[in-house]
């Protein structure tokens, strides 16, 4: 793996940018958290066998592709010969660099070239054909960054609600949100799916999950200690959270409270 911290153009914008190749032959299996990153994959190796909520399938391959935000786990399969560049966009700079309703995307996966166009092609052609992975940062970059600086920004309002959600952990009531921008709760769950791809109860739930799961890696409570601090209302909700979002309890994931 390569990886490029964002440039600071990209903050709030580009959470990751990573180039990824195989190098042995095999069947690797992971699974993977419901997240806020929404990935843009550029391939130019085998695809990946990918699943929402199952095991993928058969007919489950991408090569080139972009996911929109799903609230549950996902099973990516790889098979020894993979190799592309990813870059992970948050909500807001998603809708920034797709221009469009982010609900299209919404428990999606979509192939770049039903998104991008010939655009798409003559991406993926000129990081394919880079001698390396700094020259290909330097291509996605300068593809990537008139399209978040342009003119799809989400609303004021909206933006706002998604930090106040990020920054609180999850756990700003969304009545208290809708009140600060002065939009009735409906409305407000209606503009932000629109502009994020999930309502603010759903992103609120993915931001809890990931901060406990960052707490029970680097802290030092137990499980019903990471529940109270992450505003679950115990520990059994905590591990319901964990099936629905990441397919199983906090234990069988791998993860073990310290």
């Not at 001698?131 to 330097?138: L, T, V």
């Not at 409906?186 to 993915?206: D, N």
Request: aromatic content about 8%.
């Amino acid at each position: 793996m390569a990886e490029r911290r964002p440039a600071d153009a990209f903050a709030g914008l580009v959470s990751r940018m990573v180039g990824y190749r195989e190098i042995e032959r095999g069947h690797f299996r992971q699974v993977e958290a419901a997240s806020l990153d929404i990935p843009l994959v550029v391939s130019f190796g085998e695809p990946f066998a990918i699943g929402l909520g199952r095991a993928p399938g058969s007919n489950d391959r991408y090569g080139s592709f972009a996911a929109g935000l799903f609230a549950g786990p996902v099973t990516i399969d790889s098979f020894g010969a993979s190799n592309c560049i990813q870059i992970n966009f948050t909500p807001l700079g998603a809708r920034r660099f797709f221009g469009m309703p982010m609900t299209e995307l919404t428990d999606r996966i979509v192939v770049l070239d039903d998104l991008l166009g010939a655009e798409g092609a003559a991406l993926r052609e000129a990081l394919g054909d880079a001698p390396d992975w700094e020259r290909r940062f330097d291509i996605a970059e300068s593809f990537v960054l008139p399209k978040v600086a342009g003119a799809h920004a989400p609303s004021p309002e909206v933006a706002w609600a998604f930090r106040t959600i990020t920054a609180t952990g999850g756990r700003a009531r969304v009545a208290s949100i809708a009140r600060g921008i002065g939009w009735s709760r409906k409305h407000l769950a209606r503009r932000f799916a629109t502009e994020v791809g999930l309502g603010p109860k759903s992103v609120s739930r993915i931001v809890r999950l990931n901060r406990a799961i960052a707490a029970a890696r680097t802290g030092d409570g137990g499980w019903a200690s990471i529940a109270a601090d992450c505003g679950y209302a115990d520990q059994a909700h905590l591990v319901r959270e964990f099936r629905e979002l990441a397919g199983a309890s906090p234990t069988a994931w791998g993860i073990e409270a310290r």
